[in-house]
């Protein structure tokens, strides 16, 4: 793959003319539909990230724990926020230690159950929730309204809606086999010793 020319404000992900005569079967403008979005979405995640690490030294994971738990509205077994945030249990364990650390969370014990513990965040938790999501909202907000309009927001997410259906459905098929390359001459040269 290549990137477009050097200078771009938003350079795109594009594939060489060969690319198609390199992988028969293959589309060049899927490839370069696919590869776009993974990096616009990694861009925007970056922002937030960035962010966040920057002004409150969060990671993203411990950002998710403080949003679900306020979200929520009430303390939340540890295997509830690990499966919101799509996290292992394990890593939850360490993540909610580093955050007890810094007086952000608090471990309270089960009403129902004394083998289990919910996690509570604190005073200070909230007060940095009440400043961060607002500014990542409003960042949201600044990008892409910089770059579509209202009406082009709407149609990207028609758009994203069926790329993710799509996406989801592939989950459940097996990936494509037999797929073949021609190397292009611009390959076959010896390396060099």
Same mark, same amino acid.
């Given at each position: $793959?290549?990137?477009?020319?050097?200078?771009? !404000?938003?350079?795109?992900?594009?594939?060489?003319?060969?690319?198609?005569?390199?992988? !028969?079967?293959?589309?060049?403008?899927?490839?370069?539909?696919?590869?776009? /979005?993974?990096?616009?979405?990694?861009?925007?995640?970056?922002?937030?990230?960035?962010?966040?690490?920057?002004?409150?030294?969060?990671?993203?994971?411990?950002?998710?724990?403080?949003?679900?738990?306020?979200?929520?509205?009430?303390? &939340?077994?540890?295997?509830?926020?690990?499966?919101? /945030? $799509?996290?292992?249990?394990?890593? $939850?364990?360490?993540?909610?230690?580093?955050?007890?650390?810094?007086?952000?969370?608090?471990?309270?014990?089960?009403?129902?159950?004394?083998?289990?513990? /919910? %996690?509570? %965040?604190?005073?200070?938790?909230?007060?940095?929730?009440?400043? /961060?999501?607002?500014?990542?909202?409003?960042?949201? @907000?600044?990008? %892409?309204?910089?770059?579509?309009?209202?009406?082009?927001? @709407?149609?990207?997410?028609?758009?994203?809606?069926?790329?993710?259906?799509?996406?989801?459905?592939? @989950?459940?098929?097996?990936?494509?086999?037999?797929?073949?390359?021609?190397?292009?001459?611009? &390959?076959?040269?010896?390396?060099?010793?």
């Amino acid at each position: $793959m290549i990137d477009s020319p050097a200078g771009s !404000p938003a350079p795109l992900v594009r594939v060489g003319d060969d690319f198609e005569d390199e992988y !028969p079967g293959a589309s060049a403008l899927a490839t370069e539909c696919y590869a776009n /979005l993974v990096r616009a979405a990694d861009l925007l995640v970056g922002l937030h990230n960035r962010h966040t690490s920057d002004r409150y030294q969060l990671s993203p994971s411990a950002r998710g724990v403080l949003a679900v738990v306020e979200g929520a509205g009430q303390p &939340l077994e540890p295997t509830v926020i690990a499966e919101r /945030l $799509m996290v292992t249990t394990g890593s $939850m364990t360490s993540l909610l230690d580093n955050l007890e650390k810094r007086g952000l969370v608090r471990r309270l014990p089960h009403p129902d159950d004394r083998r289990k513990l /919910l %996690i509570d %965040i604190t005073a200070d938790a909230r007060a940095i929730v009440d400043e /961060l999501l607002p500014s990542l909202h409003a960042r949201e @907000r600044d990008v %892409i309204g910089a770059a579509l309009t209202p009406s082009e927001q @709407r149609a990207l997410l028609v758009s994203l809606a069926k790329v993710q259906r799509a996406a989801a459905d592939a @989950r459940s098929a097996p990936a494509p086999e037999g797929a073949g390359r021609r190397r292009p001459p611009r &390959l076959e040269a010896d390396p060099p010793e």
